[in-house]
């Protein structure tokens, strides 16, 4: 995995602060995987509730605006999944593939 | 060309730009429907299928145009250095000059693209919730524009700017 403790520890009080504390967060992509260099920091969430689009929408914002003025200006994708939502290959890749944080 | 009439002409251009899709947009929230349901979206006929699909370009062209155009031609005309901004600073730019209501709500909009643009076949209620979604925040699109001329007429003296539809 190729963040620092720091930025882990970041994008966990993150998640958990904007998601709520059952959220669950991998980090999938080339920044999970040491051999590779550099790269977009892929973050996968699992919500623990489906909120309307809207909500979704705008917790997806919160989050990822925060995240970008706490990690830097790096580029960040987040990918979110709602329970009962049906299973994207993406989602499944970044289960699989990714590091729960 | 000295750079004042560089970030001008570049002004003009981007403005112009915005403005055609804003025409396009408000003349498709005329005319667009959406169907009540889910079901009545997937069965709808090909008139209203077009007229979604017209707006949903419309949209996004905007959307586009005032983003990653016509926020930094403004800020050059500020003397900003747009090149050296990420995407984010500009927005926050943007919010200060009162053109956004907020980052948040930008972002949130931005976040729709990825709906609007990908069909998931499986999930017809997702789409219909997409475009409700967009219908709500055109009018915010336009309403930027406009504040993006008032701006640009009361700095800048660009009096002769065509006024963006409301």
């Not at chain 2, 948040?104 to 919730?129: A, D, F, I, K, V």
């Amino acid at each position: 995995m190729r963040i620092s403790p720091e930025q882990r520890e970041a994008i966990r009080r993150t998640v958990r602060e904007v998601f709520g504390p059952e959220a669950r967060v991998w980090l999938f992509g080339s920044r999970a995987r040491d051999e590779l260099r550099g790269g977009d920091i892929d973050l996968y969430v699992e919500l623990p509730q489906a909120p309307d689009l809207h909500a979704r929408l705008d917790l997806e914002a919160r989050a990822w605006l925060a995240l970008q003025r706490r990690l830097g200006e790096r580029r960040i994708d987040l990918v979110t999944r709602v329970p009962g939502e049906t299973e994207r290959p993406i989602d499944r890749i970044a289960r699989e593939t990714g590091i729960e944080l | 060309m000295p750079a004042d009439e560089r970030s001008l002409a570049w002004f003009r251009a981007a403005y112009g730009e915005a403005l055609r899709s804003a025409q396009a947009l408000a003349e498709s929230l005329r005319r667009v429907e959406l169907p009540a349901s889910a079901g009545a979206l997937e069965a709808a006929d090909a008139g209203t299928r077009e007229r979604i699909d017209a707006f949903v370009l419309r949209f996004l062209r905007l959307q586009d145009a005032i983003g990653r155009q016509l926020f930094r031609a403004l800020l050059a005309l500020e003397q900003e250095e747009p090149a050296q901004l990420t995407q984010l600073d500009v927005l926050d730019r943007a919010e200060r000059m009162g053109l956004v209501p907020s980052v948040e709500r930008s972002t949130s909009l931005r976040r729709l693209r990825n709906l609007l643009t990908h069909e998931y076949p499986e999930r017809p209620e997702l789409r219909l919730e997409a475009l409700r979604e967009a219908l709500a925040g055109a009018p915010l699109l336009l309403e930027t524009l406009a504040r993006v001329r008032e701006r640009a007429i009361h700095r800048h003296g660009l009096d002769d700017l065509p006024p963006a539809p409301a």
